[in-house]
């Protein structure tokens, strides 16, 4: 595949912050709905945050307030600013994208990436 490319996962201490980069090809263009998902080990998969062509976001209910999605249409560059991290957000992060902006906003997604690792020790 390689159409969507996550970057920026680490190992943080609780409360800091990292931003995580998506890197989308041509196939993914601007007119996507785009986002992140994640998943930690043994759990089911947990929308975060989609941002549609029109720049509205969603957020899951646990992120509010803490994480910040946006793009940069031109560098087709998608981004998620977590702030305040927790134990609890310790997951795999995939980037992800879908034409249909009512399931994106639902973190239904066609396409997503490989993933990068975030874990926040205590």
């Known amino acids: 595949q390689g159409q969507l490319m996550e970057s920026g996962g680490d190992s943080v201490q609780t409360g800091e912050s990292l931003r995580l980069s998506c890197a989308a090809s041509a196939y993914i263009s601007s007119g996507y709905c785009m986002g992140w998902f994640r998943q930690a080990p043994g759990q089911e998969r947990e929308g975060v945050a989609a941002?549609?062509?029109?720049?509205?976001?969603t957020y899951a209910d646990s992120v509010k307030g803490r994480f910040t999605i946006s793009r940069d249409n031109p560098k087709k560059t998608l981004y998620l600013q977590m702030n305040s991290l927790k134990p609890e957000d310790t997951a795999m992060y995939y980037c992800?994208?879908?034409?249909?902006?009512?399931?994106?906003?639902?973190?239904?997604?066609?396409?997503w990436g490989q993933g990068t690792q975030v874990t926040v020790t205590v």
């Open positions: 992800a994208a879908d034409w249909n902006v009512r399931l994106c906003r639902q973190f239904r997604f066609g396409y």
């Open positions: 941002i549609a062509t029109d720049g509205s976001t």
